[in-house]
């Protein structure tokens, strides 16, 4: 068996039923541009040749793909699927092993169904395809088997003959082969065809005609969905959440509600964390075991250690993390703050570039005044400080270890460890005010009411 494995992504195409102005395959599944998927994808199963075929509309997918790692070819004009393929000949060059041609709008496939097609070449096959059986076969390229079982070739929906579109098992569009075969069969390939096209699909009959050897590997029809628009993006969504649940769920993490808590690629939850209805993960969490993350919460960038505890209602921004045991209650944003061990922040509250203390306690409205309209600026508040209800802390500013500050207070100057500090003016009280303003001010109501 060959040692090295390429992989060309085709993803030139126009992508014009997205109506954007953003192209195709850099729309996100899981929070991660399609492109992004298949790069990983290719990655994953070992290849380390990649070329993203991009075309002369798109800079943008030439650059995510530079960004991405993989070598990039234009094609231009684009003429078909095997004219894209072609476009990559120069960038894999001298390239021995096998090379898989994957999409860059299909971003379901899973590394597993990859390996069983590159398995179907280790088996002797020198074109594998990867087929499918949806509910309606619609325009798909046709699989024609022969009595052996063997592919004799595709037939894409415009050429086949009614016979051809009663085939139920058709082509997803990846397809693998040797390298070196698969561009020596593309040379052959003619375009006298319905859309006068260069069609990839045509190097199955070209191999067939050699006498080799070509195989079919079945994949989920939810698995090769392709996105066109935006209708198809919601669904891949729904799919990739779907996939995301079950193998979070697998892997000891209770969802309470399943399908009102939604993931991005990059979420990691370990065993024993319980997730509440209607929570929110976008890029970069991590929690880690025996957390909770309560109902309505809305966690990025965010690395939640064992036993804390988030929301309901909570707002975690990307550099926030949270000490073990420690507790962000409802109504509580975060951001670019850590927070140790068994630290409280419960209530209605704004924390941003903060470091709070283990055991700290930060009361309810507490508010980090971080932002003077042009820089940042750090708080800093010591271990087991209590920070009393509606404190501003004007940045930057530090509170030691086991001090308190006054409920309502400003801070703008570092509070010493075990200080106190308090800003309120000194309450004055009048005794039976109240009483006397009630008197007067109905008096004035009842000479106005006759
Ligand atoms: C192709 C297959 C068809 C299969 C279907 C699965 C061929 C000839 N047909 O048909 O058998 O059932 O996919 O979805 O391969 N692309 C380029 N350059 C081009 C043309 C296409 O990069 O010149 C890219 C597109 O961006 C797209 C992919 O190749 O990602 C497939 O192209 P598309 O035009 O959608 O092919 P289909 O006609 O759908
Ligand atoms: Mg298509």
Same mark, same amino acid.
Request: with cysteine.
């Given at each position: 068996?060959?040692?090295?494995?390429?992989?060309?992504?085709?993803?030139?195409?126009?992508?014009?039923?997205?109506?954007?102005?953003t192209?195709?395959?850099?729309h996100?599944?899981?929070?991660r =541009?399609?492109?992004?998927?298949?790069?990983?994808?290719?990655?994953t199963?070992?290849a380390t &040749?990649?070329?993203?075929?991009?075309?002369?509309?798109?800079?943008?997918?030439?650059?995510?793909a530079g960004? !991405?790692?993989?070598?990039?070819?234009?094609?231009d004009p684009?003429?078909?699927?095997?004219?894209?393929?072609?476009?990559?000949?120069?960038?894999?060059?001298?390239?021995?092993?096998?090379?898989?041609?994957?999409?860059?709008?299909?971003?379901?496939?899973?590394?597993?169904?990859?390996?069983?097609?590159?398995a179907?070449? +280790?088996?002797?096959?020198?074109?594998?395809? !990867?087929?499918?059986?949806?509910?309606?076969?619609?325009?798909?390229?046709?699989?024609?088997?022969?009595?052996?079982?063997?592919?004799?070739?595709?037939?894409?929906?415009?050429?086949a003959?009614?016979?051809?579109?009663?085939v139920?098992?058709?082509?997803?569009?990846?397809?693998?082969?040797?390298?070196p075969?698969l561009?020596?069969?593309?040379?052959?390939?003619?375009?006298?065809?319905a859309?006068?096209?260069?069609?990839?699909?045509?190097?199955?009959?070209?191999?067939?005609a050699? +006498? !080799?050897?070509?195989?079919?590997?079945?994949?989920?029809?939810?698995e090769?969905?392709?996105?066109?628009?935006?209708?198809?993006?919601?669904?891949a969504?729904?799919?990739?959440q779907a996939?995301?649940?079950?193998? !979070?769920?697998?892997?000891?993490?209770?969802?309470?509600?399943?399908?009102?808590?939604?993931f991005?690629? &990059?979420?990691?939850?370990?065993?024993?964390?319980?997730?509440? =209805?209607?929570?929110v993960?976008g =890029?970069?969490?991590?929690?880690e075991?025996?957390?909770?993350?309560?109902?309505?919460?809305h966690?990025?960038?965010a690395?939640?250690?064992?036993?804390?505890s988030?929301?309901?209602?909570a707002?975690?921004? =990307?550099?926030?993390?949270?000490?073990?045991?420690?507790?962000?209650?409802?109504?509580?944003e975060?951001?670019?703050?850590?927070l140790?061990?068994g630290?409280?922040?419960?209530h209605?509250?704004?924390?941003?570039?903060?470091?709070? +203390?283990?055991?700290?306690?930060?009361?309810?409205?507490t508010?980090?005044?971080?932002?003077?309209?042009y820089?940042?600026?750090?708080?800093?508040v010591?271990?087991g400080?209590?920070?009393?209800?509606?404190t501003c802390l004007?940045?930057p500013?530090?509170?030691?270890?086991g001090?308190?500050?006054?409920?309502?207070?400003?801070?703008?100057d570092?509070?010493?460890? &075990?200080?106190?500090?308090?800003?309120?003016?000194?309450?004055?009280?009048k005794?039976?005010?109240?009483?006397?303003f009630?008197?007067?001010?109905?008096?004035?109501?009842?000479?106005?009411e006759?």
């Open positions: 068996m060959p040692h090295t494995r390429a992989a060309i992504i085709l993803a030139a195409g126009q992508g014009t039923r997205m109506k954007s102005r192209v195709k395959v850099l996100a599944v899981g929070g =541009p399609m492109l992004a998927w298949t790069v990983d994808l290719a990655k199963c070992g &040749d990649i070329v993203t075929v991009y075309g002369a509309h798109s800079p943008a997918v030439r650059d995510a960004q !991405l790692g993989t070598a990039t070819a234009l094609q684009p003429l078909g699927t095997g004219h894209a393929v072609l476009a990559a000949r120069d960038a894999l060059a001298g390239v021995e092993g096998h090379a898989i041609v994957l999409y860059a709008d299909t971003p379901l496939i899973t590394p597993e169904t990859v390996e069983r097609v590159f179907a070449l +280790g088996d002797g096959a020198s074109v594998a395809v !990867l087929g499918f059986e949806p509910e309606d076969p619609a325009a798909y390229g046709r699989l024609i088997v022969d009595s052996e079982g063997n592919l004799d070739r595709i037939v894409e929906f415009k050429d003959s009614e016979a051809e579109r009663a139920r098992l058709v082509n997803s569009g990846v397809l693998a082969a040797p390298a075969l561009l020596e069969l593309l040379g052959e390939v003619g375009n006298d065809n859309n006068g096209e260069y069609y990839l699909t045509d190097v199955v009959g070209l191999a067939r050699r +006498g !080799l050897k070509t195989a079919v590997v079945k994949a989920d029809a939810g090769v969905l392709g996105v066109n628009s935006r209708i198809d993006l919601a669904e969504e729904a799919a990739f996939r995301k649940r079950r193998a !979070l769920m697998a892997g000891g993490v209770t969802l309470v509600a399943p399908d009102t808590v939604f991005s690629h &990059d979420t990691r939850i370990a065993r024993d964390v319980v997730v509440e =209805p209607h929570v993960f =890029p970069g969490v991590t929690v075991e025996d957390a909770v993350i309560r109902a309505f919460s966690l990025e960038g690395h939640v250690r064992s036993g804390a988030v929301g309901p209602y707002r975690l921004r =990307p550099g926030t993390d949270l000490g073990p045991g420690a507790k962000v209650g409802n109504f509580v975060v951001k670019k703050s850590q140790g061990e630290a409280k922040v419960s209605l509250t704004y924390i941003g570039d903060a470091s709070i +203390g283990a055991n700290a306690n930060i009361g309810a409205g508010i980090t005044c971080n932002y003077d309209g820089d940042k600026h750090r708080t800093i010591g271990e400080a209590f920070i009393g209800s509606n004007v940045a500013v530090t509170v030691g270890a001090a308190f500050t006054g409920s309502g207070t400003v801070v703008t570092d509070v010493p460890g &075990d200080a106190l500090a308090l800003t309120r003016t000194p309450q004055t009280t005794a039976g005010w109240a009483a006397r009630r008197t007067a001010k109905e008096a004035r109501k009842a000479r106005k006759s």
